[in-house]
């Protein structure tokens, strides 16, 4: 054989190659993707979907197996995973594990709209943070499960704003800003906000802050005014939080998957199912060679912060 023929038969053995470790890593995705419990493989369920990390509005990125995570929890993903698990025959009740120290006010609120469209009964379990909105989302739910030691609470709205005037000045850095009204530049970063801007961005605040007590109210059946005594912003541990009545039950995921299949009807152990996405090989292959530098990082924090979105999130350590 010449050896133009040599050079075909290798690079077809090297396709059958990749398209053969392909095969094998997504059968090994496929097998992750499903909760391995011990418990039964068929029969009635109880589904399981996860809200870990910050809350983010949107679609999530293809994840990596090999790492590199957004860390985020996408309420566009979240909600599919609730609509799939309500349409599916063989769940009976759905548990959703929030280890999330909120986020987005608007994504918070597209979840929990979804929850309280849905029939089947659905019990929040929470990790070791369910804050801000965390909570928020986990107010609709037929029932709450908390560790004594989940941090939780944080009723409240924050927004913040950057300020680099002093940098700029230090720097001798000058803008030239030209709005069509006065309020149009409000939030900018290289002046301090004037007595109006932070009046009207109050009024903002407290418009949403009115909105999360009403969630948290109509959800845990009190009044506005016994959450508004408790909404000050303040964190606390998942026994604090049974004690003002903003928990139903101590325990921890598999006692909140326990009371679910109770709920759902379910005898004996149930089958687990969690919905999460299983990238395909090209997905996990692009995205273990797509590494972020520290610029990159730097920029996504920046835009995560652009135009100070109102947030329902605990800031803390």
């Known amino acids: 054989m010449n050896k133009k023929t040599w050079y075909w038969i290798i690079g077809a053995v090297l396709v059958g190659l990749v398209v053969l470790c392909g095969g094998v890593v997504s059968l090994g995705l496929l097998a992750a993707n499903n909760l391995d419990t011990g418990g039964p493989t068929f029969g009635d369920a109880v589904a399981i979907v ?8 949107g679609e999530a990125p293809p994840p990596s197996p090999f790492g590199g995570g957004t860390g985020n929890a996408y309420s566009q993903q979240i909600i599919d995973y609730l609509k799939k698990a309500e349409a599916n025959d063989s769940v009976k009740a759905i548990v959703l594990y929030v280890d999330s120290p909120g986020g987005s006010s608007f994504a918070s609120d597209e979840i929990a709209l979804q929850i309280q469209q849905m029939a089947k009964p659905i019990i929040t379990s929470m990790g070791s943070m369910a804050a801000s909105g965390g ?21 409240g ?3 913040q704003f950057l300020n680099v005037a002093g940098f700029a000045e230090e720097y001798g850095i000058t803008t ?9 530049d409000t939030g900018n970063p290289f002046r301090n906000f004037t007595p109006e ?22 959800g ?6 016994e959450v508004r005594q408790i909404a000050d912003g303040r964190i ?17 995921l598999p006692d909140a998957i326990d009371r679910a299949a109770e709920l759902g009807g379910i005898e004996g152990k149930p089958r687990l199912i969690e919905y999460k996405h299983t990238p395909t090989f090209w997905e996990a292959l692009g995205a273990s060679f797509n590494h972020r530098s520290p610029a990159e990082e730097l920029q996504q924090l920046l835009n995560f912060h652009a135009g100070s979105p109102l947030m329902y999130l605990y800031v803390g350590p």
């Open 157 to 159: 709205v924050i927004s």
């Open 176 to 184: 030239v800003t030209i709005t069509s009204g006065k309020f149009k």
């Open 220 to 225: 845990r059946q009190m009044s506005e005014d």
């Open 197 to 218: 801007e932070e009046a009207l961005w109050q009024e903002i605040v407290d418009e949403v802050y009115d909105e999360f007590v009403q969630v948290v109210a109509e």
């Open 135 to 155: 909570y928020y989302i986990s107010a609709p739910t037929d029932e709450i499960w908390a560790s004594s030691h989940s941090l939780t609470c944080s009723i």
């Open 236 to 252: 606390c541990t998942g026994k604090q939080a049974q004690e003002m009545g903003l928990v139903d039950e101590l325990g921890y």
């Open 50 to 57: 996860r809200v870990e990390g910050v809350i983010v509005a």
